[in-house]
């Protein structure tokens, strides 16, 4: 064979396989508004593409589109980054749960 064989590279077992679009993530739940971002950034980038493509008779309409897929991306990435605090915020809760940060806590509230 000219080339030789093909090798194949074995993925980490939790690595996203090439076709799987959005990789395997146990936390569907969780995964739904990366999914979602992830789509409405492809749509900006699609709508944004025909909107330079377009021609003078359908240039304000692709503009439209373009500018309404903006929207779409900047409200998934809101909540993505809300999800993100909130996640934050719940581990450093969790992490102040020792004895003297309950007295300290009480101490500045003066009791």
């Known amino acids: 064979m000219f080339f030789g064989p093909k090798k194949r590279h074995k993925r ?3 690595a996203p396989r090439p076709n ?3 990789g395997n993530q146990p ?3 969780q995964s739904r508004p990366w999914q979602a971002w992830r789509l409405s950034a492809q749509k900006v980038t699609r709508t944004w593409n025909e909107w330079l493509a377009a021609d003078e008779r359908h240039r304000a309409a692709s503009y439209s589109s ?3 897929a903006l929207s779409e991306e900047e ?4 909540e993505i980054e ?3 605090k909130f996640g934050a915020e719940a581990k450093e809760a969790s992490a102040r749960t020792d004895p003297t940060a309950h007295t300290d ?4 509230a003066g009791e």
């Open 105 to 108: 806590a009480a101490r500045s």
């Open 20 to 22: 799987d679009r959005f």
């Open 12 to 14: 980490p077992r939790h």
């Open 75 to 78: 409200r998934a990435a809101a």
């Open 82 to 84: 809300l999800i993100v």
């Open 66 to 68: 373009y500018i309404s």
């Open 27 to 29: 936390e569907e739940q």
